[in-house]
């Protein structure tokens, strides 16, 4: 599998940004999105199945941010909304067969990053 990333860009607080994973290749079942902020580790964001389930988020994202995806085209998003300064970092997607898995920063699939800054 492979994935490609794409979207990010300089943004006011209070703005929005959708960023786009598009996927190539073999079918698995989980996507999600994933962070780094500067001087910080990576951490999880939002996760969806391809075949189906109840999206997942971190709370710091819940009700700003909706991860979704167009079967036909191979894509998943990530619609950003009510930017905080906060929420500027490197977005990764990544994916996988087991959702725990992909969950836990341990997919075996990762694209490459898009910047997302937010300014104050």
């Known amino acids: 599998v492979q994935l490609q990333a794409f979207g990010g860009g300089l943004v006011q607080a209070g703005g929005s940004l959708r960023l786009s994973c598009a996927a190539s290749?073999?079918?698995?079942?989980?996507y999600a999105w994933f962070r780094q902020a500067p001087g910080k580790e990576r951490e999880f964001v939002a996760v969806?199945?391809?075949?189906?389930?109840?999206?997942y988020y971190t709370d710091s994202v819940k009700g700003r941010f909706t991860i979704s995806r167009d079967d036909a085209k191979n894509m998943m998003y990530l619609q950003m909304s009510s930017l905080k300064p906060e929420d500027t970092a490197v977005y990764y997607c990544?994916?996988?067969?087991?959702?725990?898995?992909?969950?836990?920063?341990?997919?075996?699939?990762w694209g490459q990053g898009t910047l997302v800054t937010v300014s104050s």
């Open positions: 290749g073999r079918t698995v079942s989980t």
């Open positions: 990544s994916a996988g067969r087991d959702r725990g898995t992909v969950m836990g920063g341990k997919g075996p699939y």
């Open positions: 969806c199945n391809w075949t189906g389930g109840a999206p």
